[in-house]
């Protein structure tokens, strides 16, 4: 069964790799293609989670089999980056930030409190979001949130997400790879909302530079 017979996009390279995967041995292979897309993000999960799906309504994994099994990739592979941030540390980590252009101690504080505060929302709502899904299990195992709350959030998160983009592929059918089109006008929206956060601290930042030096 050729699950790439219609979108050329996701054919060949690393997604060819995970297809073949998934054709191999279904739902265990969709899991781990997951938690690959954690740790290697050009890896889309807008194709793996359609596909998975596709893959349940030709009969190759059950949906439910395919929902778990991509929710369960997804803890393991947030799993592996929490403890690669706990690795690194808060004293890494601020040696790091401290060194980057226009960051300031203050700055690295602020974070860190933030996510003391919000860090629960952060985690759960994080999995549901393009590009920051993978990278908020980093500040999670820097700052040494608990592992069991971690986890409940991620899975609840991931398995939010996991079951929309699963149960698209699995409704469209032959055209699941029209999933990755929407979701890459969302990525796209958090791309520039991100680029304007960043042009606002670096404005600011600067201002208050010349203003010191005034």
């Known amino acids: 069964m050729n699950f790439l017979a219609q979108p050329e996009t996701a054919t060949g390279g690393l997604v060819g790799w995970v297809t073949d995967l998934m054709e191999a041995i279904g739902g265990p292979g969709a899991g781990l293609a997951v938690a690959l897309e954690n ?9 793996i989670l359609p596909l998975a799906g596709f893959a349940a309504a030709q009969g190759s994994m059950s949906l439910l089999g395919a ?19 706990a690795w690194l540390g808060r004293e890494r980590t ?11 101690v203050a ?29 908020i299990s980093l500040p999670a195992g820097v700052e040494r949130m608990p592992l069991l709350p971690f986890l409940v959030l991620t899975a609840l998160g991931s ?11 699995y409704l469209l059918g032959r055209s699941w790879w029209l999933v ?3 979701i890459g006008i969302f990525q796209k ?26």
């Open 39 to 47: 740790l290697f993000p050009p890896i889309p999960s807008e194709v």
């Open 189 to 214: 929206v958090v791309i520039v909302a991100v680029l304007v956060a960043v042009v606002w601290f670096v404005a600011t930042r600067i201002r208050r530079l010349r203003r010191a030096r005034a």
């Open 94 to 104: 601020r040696a790091i930030a401290v060194r980057l252009p226009l960051v300031k």
């Open 180 to 182: 990755e089109s929407y």
């Open 107 to 135: 700055d690295v504080d602020r974070t860190e409190a933030w996510f003391a505060r919000h860090g629960t929302k952060a985690v759960f709502l994080g999995r549901m979001v393009p590009i920051f899904r993978s990278f």
């Open 67 to 85: 929902i778990l099994w991509t929710t369960l990739g997804s803890v393991v592979g947030a799993v592996v980056l929490y403890y690669l941030g």
């Open 159 to 169: 398995l939010i997400w996991n079951t929309a983009l699963v149960l698209a592929g």
